[in-house]
């Protein structure tokens, strides 16, 4: 599988790169966010590795433009451990924020989640079988991995796919921020809120013709999310 590394700090970079080519990736660098569009659009991309500041074009630039097209996983790098960086970065459709420093194998630990997630979903073109779940006029095909609404497609991130997934095939039930968390993302959730809202908005303002009145993703307040009663074809 492809990486790329999109950091202008060579000496995090070229860590980076000897820790994922041991584990059998092979890995493209890029310098600032003009690099990385030109990188992906030459390359057969799997994972992004995408830092915040950098000269020409920053990493959240470069997210927004690779978001239009593509919806391979990126993973934010930052030095800014502040709620509002974090929650920048996933609103324009990064799947993971990492801060520096990091531990360099808890980094790769997060790429081979990301990795695994996104071959699961199909993106990759893995044969798999699957049922279409419905609920009123959304409708989730996980044989091809694809939501759509009244017919319309619906174009969602690896992550954003997972959540609305994870709560259809589980419909009627309501799970709190932390059960989504940690189904979804496969870890403990360490103060979750603010990635898991995001995303959730995300998802409604893609499936929900009146994000502030929804009606198949819904709030229950004090407890969490659900989505509406489905029924299901095989």
């Known amino acids: 599988m492809n990486i790329l590394i999109c950091d202008d700090d060579r000496e ?46 920053d990493g959240i630039q470069a997210t927004m433009q ?16 502040e709620d509002y960086d974090k929650i920048n970065g996933l609103n324009v459709g990064a799947d993971d924020y990492v801060t520096k420093p ?31 779940w419905r609920s009123g006029g959304l409708t989730l095909d996980d044989a091809k991995k694809s939501v759509e609404v009244d017919g319309r497609p619906v174009s969602l991130t690896p992550t954003e796919y997972r959540i609305l997934l994870f709560l259809v095939r589980n419909a009627g039930r309501v799970f709190s921020i932390e059960q989504i968390y940690e189904k979804v993302w496969d870890e403990p959730a360490y103060n979750p809120e603010n990635t898991v809202a995001v995303h959730i908005r995300h ?9 502030g009145n929804p009606q198949y993703l819904k709030v229950v307040w004090g407890t969490g999310y659900k989505v509406e009663k489905y029924q299901r074809e095989v």
């Open 66 to 81: 690779i978001r239009q097209e593509k919806n391979i996983p990126i993973i934010m790098l930052s030095a800014k451990a």
């Open 12 to 57: 995090i970079s070229r860590a980076i790169e000897i820790y994922l080519r041991n584990e059998g990736y092979h890995v493209i660098q890029a310098r600032d966010g003009l690099e990385a569009l030109d990188a992906v659009k030459k390359n057969d991309i799997h994972l992004i590795l995408m830092d915040v500041m950098m000269p020409r074009m």
């Open 102 to 132: 990091f531990n360099p194998m808890e980094l790769v630990a997060r790429v081979k989640s990301q990795l695994r997630r996104y071959t699961d979903l199909g993106s990759l073109h893995k044969e798999e079988s699957g049922d279409v």
């Open 203 to 211: 998802i409604r303002e893609k499936i929900e013709i009146d994000p």
